[in-house]
Structures are given as structure tokens and as C-alpha cells.
């Protein structure tokens, strides 16, 4: 059977750095290793005036498109996943179609467009929409695009304004992909939550405890569910295993609960028996507090073990390396995971052809999937051609007041005129509104 999967990514950065250690940690009255060691993150990247969710998605996949040499008669779908659209009707993948057709020959008018929205995991279900497409062969030979664009922002004074981020990652979907095959084996743990939430407002409500709680139960819950579905967990099986990342600090959570799952009843956990003990079974436990009081022991002292050491070395820190620079971007955040991971291992001249990836996705409300892809011998290509390091460098610092500026203009509700810090060069802008009140795009030299 042909492969079906992701045939090429770009990323588009928002252009602005807030440096959280140095300008956001002294003005919040905090100590900077709340950041760069707690949750792990370094930098947020943030939009300057004339970006926002279609310029990012729409830059992304101008450089894609063009860089495949394709043209929109190529395109029978494109679906954009985002959390922060600003139109309850018209689907931002129709914004981002007008930017495209600025600049290339042709039109999308026989592409079908869409939004997919729950939270962060949309990007992976936009991923599975255009799989399933492609393999029920409604395609016709053509590719899908898939975008994920966010400008992840919190209310100001908000404990998420710590994990802010902007950005955009588009991803081709086709036959015979050169960067990985997805599979058929899934896993997902869903159910009604009240973690993070936007019931008709821009900035999220958020119980950010509780999400973290929720992140971890629904995975563990998609991990199962993968397994009944004939996924094998064992962690030699994986060279990367890119999480939702909204943080490093949560995937560094997430990552050891997923080890302890997976060595469970391996030969691992038989090694590791003499040094830290078996896990605990709860059938060997007369009350639940004492068993979950030994597992958290447990995890502890697997968590010190250089077996799981060398294990998060290699499949998980990886893939944080872009993320701890930009801060969460909610719906690409797994992708740029994914991203990062393949690029390190590039550069470390890794051979991951025919090699497995453990996808896990989250989206809060909650949803968590968990799937398998497999590495295509084009990959090193395809990933070299990424620049996003050189966007992170290139990006503009800000001061806190610059920042708490530019927060008020991607704020819907304040009023603010403000002059941009960058000068935008080959890509595409805002620039204003039109009589309906939808926004209008420009494409600018
Ligand atoms: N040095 C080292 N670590 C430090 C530190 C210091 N000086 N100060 C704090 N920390 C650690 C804390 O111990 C904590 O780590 P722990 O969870 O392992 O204990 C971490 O840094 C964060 O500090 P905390 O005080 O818990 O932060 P917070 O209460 O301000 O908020 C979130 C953290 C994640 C709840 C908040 O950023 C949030 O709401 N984010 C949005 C929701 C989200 O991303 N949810 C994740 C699931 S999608």
C-alpha cells in the first residue's frame, strides 16, 4: 500500500523575542529560574503589528509551496487548525487562500477548506483529516495543506502569560511522503474537562493545575487505547517522541509517566529491578493511598536512573529545542516538536530512515491522541531546508514596555496605535480592514 504522510513542513516564527529570563521575570517580580528551569522555556516569540494568524500561516506555506515547486491546481484541501481565529463563520484557510493567490499563478477554487478547532490537539486531527482523505482516495492525485497558527496569548498578569508564543507551521500531506509515514494504529483518551477554555472571549480561562492534571490522565488514556489498537510501547521501538509542548517543564511530566508505562513488564523494568525495585501493582495493595504514595516513590527513583536518562536524551530532549525559544503555539506546538526532534538528530547525523516517531498530542477540553509514524528516506532533505534557527536569531528583542504595548494591539477589546518594530521584506501583512469588517492582506516586497 502507497504511504501516506507529511511530504514537507515550513515554520514561520512570529518576529518578535521577549526574553523571559532577563525582561518578563523582573517585571513579573519573579526569579528567572521560575522560567528557563521550572518550565523551561527561554523566550517567547510574539507578532509585530502587521502579523497575526493568516501572515504567519500564509508565509509558511508560500515558502512550502514554493519550495516544492507546486502550484494551487496542486491542492485539493487545506485546513487550518487554530485556536485564536478571529471569525466565527468564515474559516481562516479561506484568509489564507486569498494571501496565496496574490502571489501565485491560478486559484484554490476547487480546493476544500475548513477550521478545525480542540485546542491544541487540532493540528494532529487536521493531520488525520487529510490522511483519511488521501487514503480514500477522494484526492485525485492531489495534496492537502495543513496548517496550524496560533497567537497563543493569555490575559495579562494571567499564570499562562509565562508560556505565551506565536507562530505558524504548514505541512503538505501526500502519497509517498518525504519526511514520515503516518500509520493506522491510534490511540485516543477524551472526556468532557473544564481545564482551558474560550466561551466567547479572546484570551483563554484557565485553570492551569488542573490542565496539567488533565494532560497526563487523558494521555495515559490515549496510550492504552493505542496499545488495545495493536501499538507496541516499548521504548526502544521509538527515535523521537514528540509531545504537545506547552511547556518543556509538561513534557518533562509527561515523559517519565510515559516511561514507567512503557518498561512496565519489559525486560527493562527486570533490569532496572535490582537498583530501584519492581513497579508496584495495585493488586498487591489493600488501600489505593498506599499504592499511589509507592508509585510516586517509584517514579522518583526511575526517574534518576540512567536508563531513563539516556532514554529522554535520546527521544524526547530533542524535540524541545525549538519550543523552549518560542513558548507554546498551541496547535503547531506537537508539530514543531516533531520539527525539532528530526532536526537534531540531523545534525547529530542520526540515521532514522524506516525508523519509528510516538506522536502525542493534546488539546485541552481535553483530548490527547497518540500515533505512530514512520521516518521516509527523504527526510535529511526536507529538514535541512529549515530555517526556523535563523528566525529565532533574527528575531526582534523587546522591552516590557514595548511588549505590554504590542500585547494591547493583539488584544481585540484595546485600542492602540503603535508603529511596527520590524520591517516586513517578502511576505505577507495586515494592513487594515475592509467594509465588512474582515481583515485584508498584502503581500510586500
Ligand atoms: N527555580 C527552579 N524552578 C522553579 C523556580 C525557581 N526559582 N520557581 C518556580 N519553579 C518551578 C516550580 O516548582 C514549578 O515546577 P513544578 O511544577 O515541577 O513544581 C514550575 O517552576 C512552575 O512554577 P509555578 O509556580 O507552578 O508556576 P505558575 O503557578 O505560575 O504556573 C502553569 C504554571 C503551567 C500552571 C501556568 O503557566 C499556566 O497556567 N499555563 C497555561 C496552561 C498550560 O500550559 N497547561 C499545560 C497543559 S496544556
Request: glycine share 8%; with cysteine.
Amino acid at each position: 500500500m502507497t504511504e501516506v504522510g507529511i511530504d514537507g513542513i515550513e515554520i514561520w516564527a512570529g518576529k518578535l523575542e521577549l526574553d523571559l529570563a532577563e525582561t518578563f521575570a523582573p517585571a513579573q517580580d519573579d526569579d528567572p529560574g521560575k522560567y528557563t528551569k521550572g518550565l523551561g522555556l527561554y523566550s517567547s516569540s510574539l507578532p509585530d503589528v502587521y502579523e497575526d494568524i493568516v501572515t504567519m500561516a500564509a508565509n509558511a506555506s508560500k515558502r512550502l509551496l514554493e519550495r516544492k515547486g507546486l502550484t494551487p491546481d496542486d491542492i485539493g484541501r487545506i485546513d487550518v487548525a487554530t485556536e485564536s481565529s478571529f471569525d466565527k463563520s468564515k474559516p481562516i484557510s479561506t484568509y489564507v487562500a486569498g494571501c496565496l493567490e496574490q502571489t501565485f499563478e491560478g486559484d484554490f477554487h476547487h480546493a476544500n477548506k475548513g477550521e478545525r478547532k480542540f485546542a491544541c490537539v487540532s493540528g494532529t486531527q487536521a493531520l488525520d483529516d487529510a490522511y483519511n482523505w488521501i487514503r480514500a482516495g477522494r484526492n485525485r492525485g492531489r495534496k492537502a495543506l495543513v496548517i496550524a497558527t496560533d497567537t497563543a496569548l493569555y490575559e495579562r498578569d494571567d499564570p499562562g502569560e509565562a508560556t505565551q508564543g506565536a507562530g505558524a507551521v504548514a505541512m503538505l500531506i501526500d502519497e509517498d511522503p518525504d519526511v514520515t509515514a503516518l500509520s493506522d494504529a491510534q490511540g485516543f483518551g477524551s472526556a468532557d474537562e473544564t481545564d482551558f477554555l474560550k466561551p466567547n472571549q479572546q484570551f483563554p480561562s484557565v485553570d492551569g493545575k488542573r490542565s496539567m492534571q488533565v494532560y497526563l490522565a487523558r494521555m495515559r488514556e490515549a496510550m492504552m487505547d493505542f496499545e488495545r489498537n495493536g501499538g507496541d510501547t516499548h521504548p526502544d521501538n521509538f527515535e523521537l517522541i514528540p509531545f504537545h509542548t506547552p511547556f518543556p517543564g509538561m513534557v518533562r511530566k509527561a515523559a517519565v509517566l510515559g516511561y514507567r508505562h512503557c518498561i512496565r513488564d519489559t525486560e527493562i523494568e527486570d533490569e532496572l529491578a535490582e537498583e530501584i525495585g519492581r513497579q508496584p501493582r495495585p493488586e498487591a495493595f489493600d488501600d489505593e493511598e498506599e499504592y499511589l504514595d509507592a508509585v510516586k516513590e517509584y517514579t522518583e527513583a526511575l526517574g534518576e536512573t540512567d536508563a531513563y536518562a539516556d532514554w529522554y536524551e535520546r527521544t524526547v530532549q530533542p524535540t524541545l529545542a525549538i519550543s523552549e525559544q518560542v513558548g507554546n503555539w498551541y496547535t503547531g506546538s506537537v508539530h514543531i516538536a516533531r520539527a525539532a526532534g528530526l532536526a537534531e538528530a540531523l545534525e547529530e547525523g542520526r540515521e532514522l530512515s524506516g525508523r519509528d516517531l510516538l506522536v502525542a498530542s493534546y488539546g485541552s477540553g481535553a483530548q490527547a491522541e497518540i500515533h505512530a509514524e514512520t521516518v521516509q528516506p527523504g527526510w535529511e532533505d526536507e529538514i535541512a531546508q529549515l530555517n526556523i534557527q535563523e528566525q529565532i536569531e533574527s528575531r526582534e528583542p523587546i522591552d516590557f514596555e514595548q511588549y505590554e504595548a504590542i500585547h494591547d494591539v493583539h488584544n481585540h477589546d484595546a485600542e492602540t496605535d503603535m508603529e511596527p518594530l520590524t520591517t516586513p521584506e517578502g511576505e505577507f501583512v495586515f494592513d487594515g480592514w475592509g467594509r465588512m469588517g474582515e481583515r485584508k492582506y498584502t503581500y510586500v516586497e
